[in-house]
């Protein structure tokens, strides 16, 4: 079983900064995908940022240019960078993985638990 725990979010202004954490555990013999979603109130759940076993990233439009995803693969710890911070920005934020349990198989996509991110002055 693995399990994603998040933290770094809060309140900030516009313009402010956050960084967020999903620090993974348990059984993790290999990666696929690394991944942050939101979710806003009313709104369906959304990709923000990927990156892939290979590094290769990936943004959504509205996270171009602000936000960063970044991994450190010996703590099994994803990071996304949020800058120049937007009231529409506000959400709940997730962090997902995808990988293998074994060489063997044991494939599983694990989520966190989700942390709040609110941009207002």
């Known amino acids: 079983q693995v399990q994603l725990v998040e933290s770094g979010g809060g309140l900030v202004q516009p313009g402010g900064s956050l960084r967020l954490s999903c620090a993974a555990s348990g059984s993790i013999f290999s990666i696929n995908a690394m991944g942050w979603y939101r979710q806003a109130p009313g709104k369906q759940r959304e990709l923000v940022a990927r990156i892939i076993s290979s590094g290769s990233t990936n943004y959504a439009d509205s996270a171009k240019g602000r936000f960063t995803i970044s991994r450190d693969n010996a703590k099994n710890i994803m990071y996304l960078q949020l800058n120049s911070l937007k009231p529409e920005d506000t959400a709940v934020y997730y962090c997902?993985?995808?990988?293998?349990?074994?060489?063997?198989?044991?494939?599983?996509?694990?989520w966190g638990q989700g942390t709040q991110v609110t941009v207002s002055s």
């Open positions: 997902n993985i995808v990988g293998s349990s074994s060489r063997y198989g044991g494939g599983f996509d694990a």
